[in-house]
Structures are given as C-alpha cells and as structure tokens.
C-alpha cells in the first residue's frame, strides 16, 4: 500500500491546537479527517516529519561500497562486472556504473598510446632534458621533422562517434582491395613549414638524402644567415653513413635527440591535427590523388599561431621529463 498524503501546514497547526487541548492522536485524526498513523507520526517528531514523504532516494549501495566501487576503478582497465566482483557488492551493474559517472574525478578515456621505457631509455632522456633544460628561446632555432603515413580507409581510434538511437548505426568499412595510402615526410620551424615530401616505396638512406636535399633550399630561405638545428629520430635510415657524411659535408649541426621520445617531438601534435582534419567526418579516399591533395590543404591550413604554441610548450616537456625521472610526460 502507497503512502498516504503529506500533513498540510494548516493540518499540522490543527494537530498542535488539539494536542494542547488534550485530544488523542486517534481523536485528533477524527476530528481533522486524517487517519491516526499519520497524525502520531507527526507528533513523535515534529521537526523531521515530512523527511521520508518527500520521496527519499533507496540507495542500493553504501557510502563504503560507493569508496570500494570508486578505488577499484581508479585508472584500471577493469569492467564494471569484476569490479562489483572485488568489492563485494550486490548492486546492479548498472548502479556500478552509475556510482563512476557520478564521481567527479573520473572520466572514461581511450588509453593513449607511449613508448615503454625502461632505464636506459629514461637515464638518456633524463640526461638530454637536463643538458637542454636552460634552452628558451633557442628551441626557435630547431627544425622538427618526422615521417607519417595517412591511410586510405583513415587511421586507428577514429571510429567513435555519437550514435543516435532513432538511426542506423554508422559503420566503418575496412576495404581490403584498398590496402596502402601515402607516406610523407614533413618540417616545421618556428617561422613556418617546410613543403612536405611525398615518399615512394620503402625509404632507404638514398632516398632520405635526396628528401634532405630537396628541403634544404627552403630552410635557408625561412632561417637566411641564422644558425640552426636539425632534429630527426633514431630511425636506422636517419642514422646512415650517407646521412651523417652529408649533414657533415652541409655543415648542419643535427640535435642528439634521445631515444623514444615522440613525446617531445611537437610535430607529432601537427600530425595528430592533421590527421583529425583530413579524415573529418569520417572521410575516406579512393586513390592516392585524392588522399594527396586533402593532406596539402592541410598543410597548408596550418597556422603560424599554433606552430608558436607548440615550440613554447617545449620548456615544460622537458621540465616533465626531469620531474618524472626520464619518464613519459602528458604530451
């Protein structure tokens, strides 16, 4: 049986006068039409009577499970399931996952991506973020450059959207007779980028040289008399014998750059950018041609502003680096 009505004030103030005059609570409930349950709940507390009517939520965990629930899903990687398993719980899953959305300080991700570093990666990383810590300004002197592959079918971990529950679900079609897409090379200074270089087959130390040569002109053209630097990862190809006889020969001083580190490489965010621009909506390409001109509009997109964030935010990369002791950093 449903609860009765809420006491108005008016029935309340009615229950007051008769009690001092003395009635009953059987009595008063006669007289104001209530029954007697409701007029003697009333009366054995006054203050917090009302409390209950209101409709009071039933909470099907404890404030303890809620504490147990919130702990096990801290930064795990773990199911709602086995988590009412560990604590204990007898809830609804649905409640589990209701308790981690309500917690304010958790918040489902995908989990990023980062190089596995042990210590000789971190000790050398340690070592270069404290030989460059001084550096400020000097970071506008270095050329950052990288390779990247843009796939025909769009990369990994662009497949979420917002579904709408009212129309068919969007689906991602892998076209395997459309295996391949375009590998580029790409340079980008403080003062502006380099034009991108598009690279056929599999790169090998002849071909990267000639890439270098073909970028040369331009550099000199961004820096004019200014001395600079050339950054490049560790790849094999980048560190041939060819490679550093012409760095040599072109008198470019090359930065020691420490091992697995895209992390402080900032034209890996140009390349996430991209990638999210030219794959937007969901896009995908037929051919080369069509993938090739989608990436030089975009590159062409990027804006002078944004390559000058990216090398101010190199100071507190390193800085994390060193507060983390050769760690990751967030970047």
Same mark, same amino acid.
């Given at each position: 049986?449903?609860?009765?009505?809420?006491?108005?004030?008016?029935?309340? &103030?009615?229950? !007051?006068?008769?009690?001092?005059?003395?009635?009953?609570?059987?009595?008063?409930?006669?007289?104001?039409?209530? +029954?007697?349950?409701?007029?003697? +709940?009333?009366?054995?507390?006054?203050?917090?009577?009302?409390? @209950? =009517?209101?409709?009071?939520?039933?909470?099907?965990?404890?404030? @303890?499970?809620?504490?147990?629930?919130?702990?096990? #899903?801290?930064?795990?990687?773990?199911? #709602?399931?086995?988590?009412?398993?560990?604590?204990?719980? &007898?809830? +609804?899953?649905?409640?589990?996952?209701?308790?981690?959305?309500?917690?304010?300080?958790?918040?489902? @991700?995908?989990?990023?991506?980062?190089?596995?570093?042990?210590?000789?990666?971190?000790?050398?990383?340690?070592?270069? #973020? *404290? $030989?460059?810590?001084?550096?400020?300004?000097?970071?506008?002197?270095?050329?950052?450059?990288?390779?990247? *592959?843009?796939?025909?079918?769009?990369?990994?971990?662009?497949?979420?959207?917002?579904?709408?529950?009212?129309?068919?679900?969007?689906?991602?079609?892998?076209?395997?007779?459309?295996?391949?897409?375009? =590998?580029?090379?790409?340079?980008?200074?403080?003062?502006?980028?380099?034009?991108?270089?598009?690279?056929?087959?599999? =790169?090998?130390?002849? +071909?990267?040289?000639?890439?270098?040569?073909?970028? @040369?002109?331009?550099?000199?053209?961004?820096?004019?008399?200014?001395?600079?630097?050339?950054?490049? !990862?560790?790849?094999?190809?980048?560190?041939?014998?060819?490679?550093?006889?012409?760095?040599?020969?072109?008198?470019? $001083?090359?930065?020691?750059?420490?091992?697995?580190?895209?992390?402080?490489?900032?034209?890996?965010?140009?390349?996430?950018?991209?990638?999210?621009?030219?794959?937007?909506?969901?896009?995908?390409?037929?051919?080369? !041609? &069509?993938?090739?001109?989608?990436?030089?509009?975009?590159?062409? $997109?990027?804006?002078?502003?944004?390559?000058? &964030?990216?090398?101010?935010?190199?100071?507190?990369?390193?800085? $994390?680096?060193?507060?983390?002791?050769?760690?990751?950093?967030?970047?």
């Amino acid at each position: 049986m449903g609860r009765g009505k809420a006491l108005s004030v008016a029935e309340k &103030s009615k229950i !007051d006068v008769l009690q001092e005059e003395g009635y009953s609570g059987r009595n008063i409930g006669t007289k104001i039409g209530r +029954s007697c349950n409701v007029v003697n +709940s009333y009366l054995k507390d006054k203050e917090n009577y009302g409390g @209950r =009517m209101k409709g009071k939520t039933f909470r099907a965990t404890t404030e @303890r499970e809620n504490r147990l629930i919130i702990k096990e #899903a801290s930064n795990a990687a773990i199911s #709602a399931v086995k988590i009412a398993n560990r604590v204990g719980c &007898s809830a +609804s899953i649905s409640t589990v996952r209701r308790v981690i959305k309500k917690c304010p300080y958790l918040r489902r @991700r995908k989990m990023i991506k980062k190089p596995l570093l042990n210590a000789k990666h971190r000790e050398r990383r340690l070592i270069f #973020a *404290k $030989e460059v810590m001084s550096w400020s300004e000097k970071w506008r002197k270095v050329i950052f450059t990288d390779e990247k *592959k843009f796939n025909f079918d769009g990369p990994d971990g662009f497949n979420y959207y917002f579904h709408d529950l009212r129309k068919e679900e969007r689906v991602l079609s892998k076209r395997h007779s459309k295996i391949g897409g375009v =590998m580029i090379w790409g340079a980008i200074s403080y003062y502006g980028t380099i034009e991108l270089q598009f690279i056929k087959g599999k =790169m090998k130390a002849e +071909s990267y040289k000639t890439i270098l040569e073909n970028a @040369r002109p331009k550099i000199d053209t961004i820096f004019g008399p200014m001395q600079w630097l050339f950054q490049q !990862d560790n790849a094999p190809v980048h560190t041939a014998r060819i490679i550093k006889s012409w760095f040599h020969a072109e008198h470019i $001083e090359v930065l020691t750059w420490p091992p697995y580190s895209p992390d402080l490489n900032i034209i890996e965010n140009v390349w996430g950018w991209m990638a999210r621009k030219v794959y937007e909506g969901g896009r995908q390409f037929e051919d080369q !041609d &069509s993938l090739i001109a989608a990436i030089k509009d975009v590159w062409k $997109e990027l804006s002078l502003n944004y390559l000058k &964030s990216l090398y101010d935010s190199i100071p507190n990369r390193i800085f $994390e680096v060193i507060l983390n002791n050769g760690g990751n950093t967030h970047y």
